[in-house]
Nanobody, 125 residues
Framework: QVQLVESGGGLVQAEGSLRLSCAAFGLTFSRYTMGWFRQAPGKERVFVGAIRWSDGRTYYAESVKGRITISRDNPENTVYLQMNSLKPEGTAVYYC??????????????????WGQGTQVTVSS
């Protein structure tokens, strides 16, 4: 059974930093791409970034490029989302998700069958 467990959310001031973790269980990791998405109240879930587990290749949304880094720790089966220079509009529930590393599309949330429970990030101005 696939299980994704996020942690690391919280309250941070604008321009601060936060690192989220996503521990993955029940996956053959080399076959998956791990994505991060966020959803603000009343808004759609949007792509933040992703990492292909097999080779560590990363993909970032243009809106956050340069301010985030996604990495993986193979022995710990954990993916990280490091966020710097956070802005109040970054306030959202952040989710990690997993999909087979098939095709070139990694930004559509509908392609991800497995999701974590989400972790709240609040950025104060």
């Amino acid at each position: 059974q696939v299980q994704l467990v996020e942690s690391g959310g919280g309250l941070v001031q604008a321009e601060g930093s936060l690192r989220l973790s996503c521990a993955a269980f029940g996956l053959t990791f080399s076959r998956y791409t791990m994505g991060w998405f966020r959803q603000a109240p009343g808004k759609e879930r949007v792509f933040v970034g992703a990492i292909r587990w097999s080779d560590g290749r990363t993909y970032y949304a243009e809106s956050v490029k340069g301010r985030i880094t996604i990495s993986r720790d193979n022995p710990e089966n954990t993916v990280y989302l490091q966020m710097n220079s956070l802005k109040p509009e970054g306030t959202a529930v952040y989710y990690c998700a997993a999909k087979y590393s098939r095709g070139n599309d990694y930004s559509l949330y509908s392609l991800y069958p497995y999701w974590g429970q989400g972790t709240q990030v609040t950025v104060s101005s």
